[in-house]
């Protein structure tokens, strides 16, 4: 007889964001419980957990209060800021107090927002997937605490029963975003618009946030489910009698 999979219970940590808000939008449209978790309280129609991601107990504590089964986890600072200690405690010392919270509540899925500038290092990349390592320097410590976190994302899968994930987008566009539009527009307010770095030919990567958001659910929906089985083309040929 099948079985019935298990319904999860979501909480997006950093869920009044850009980003967070649309994965909270997505989950409630196609009718699944959600909560958010964040520093600032933005909206009203899901459950809110107002608390920091360093602090352990207060993650703990909200996944306990709301029945937490699938953490989707986009907190991060600015990527802008100059502020290296900041990045440092809050992706990679929050991520791990998330990481802690998430055994400790015997969560049984992350889906943690890493990003594509992990592996930049200032060259071109053209034409690479996730088996690209890491640079052996960062490009700034924001990316460098993003790849630290990452690690400690896909370290923890398997821990108390816990399913991990990391996902990379590169620039994320839409609605609601505060940072990427907002510097275009300084730029303009400044006068700067008449500059041109370069030969004008860089190209860089941007995502529909509803389709990064959309790729954070499929990502969680699935972490539980075995990948299908290679085409047979792929398999490796079995030594059979007649080869001996
Ligand atoms: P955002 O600033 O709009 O959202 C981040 C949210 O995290 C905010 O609501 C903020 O209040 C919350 N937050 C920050 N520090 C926190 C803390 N200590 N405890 C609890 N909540 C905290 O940013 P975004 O653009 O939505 O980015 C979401 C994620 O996507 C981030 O992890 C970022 O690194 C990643 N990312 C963003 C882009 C982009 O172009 N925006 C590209 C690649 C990756």
């Not at 919270?101 to 969560?107: I, K």
Request: proline content about 5%; hydrophobic content about 40%; some cysteine.
């Amino acid at each position: 007889m099948a079985q019935t999979k298990q319904r999860d219970v979501y909480m997006v940590i950093g869920g009044n964001g850009f980003l967070g808000r649309h994965i909270v939008q997505q989950l409630l449209e196609r009718g699944d419980i959600v909560s958010a978790f964040d520093i600032v309280e933005r909206y009203n129609d899901v459950q809110f957990y107002s608390g920091d991601i360093t602090d352990q107990e207060s993650v703990a504590s909200a996944l306990r209060k709301s029945g937490t089964t699938c953490i989707i986890h986009t907190a991060s600072p600015h990527a802008q800021l100059n502020n290296p200690e900041l990045f440092r405690k809050v992706n990679v010392e929050g991520t791990r107090a998330i990481i802690a919270a998430a055994v400790e509540a015997r969560v049984r899925k992350l889906v943690f927002t890493s990003s594509a500038g992990v592996v930049f290092n200032g060259q071109d990349i053209i034409d690479v997937d996730e088996r690209l390592p890491f640079p052996e320097v960062h490009m700034d410590a924001y990316n460098q605490t993003k790849a630290e976190a990452e690690v400690l994302v896909l370290e923890a899968n398997g821990k108390g029963g816990l399913l991990t994930v990391a996902l990379r987008p590169a620039g994320i566009f839409g609605p609601g975003d505060r940072q990427v539009m907002a510097g275009f527009y300084q730029a303009y307010e400044r006068g700067q618009t008449n500059v041109q770095v370069g030969e004008n030919n860089n190209l860089f990567d941007w995502t529909y946030v509803g389709n990064v958001a959309r790729a954070h659910l499929l990502a969680a929906d699935r972490l539980d489910t075995p990948p299908p089985a290679p085409p047979v083309s792929q398999l490796e040929k079995q030594p059979t009698s007649s080869d001996e």
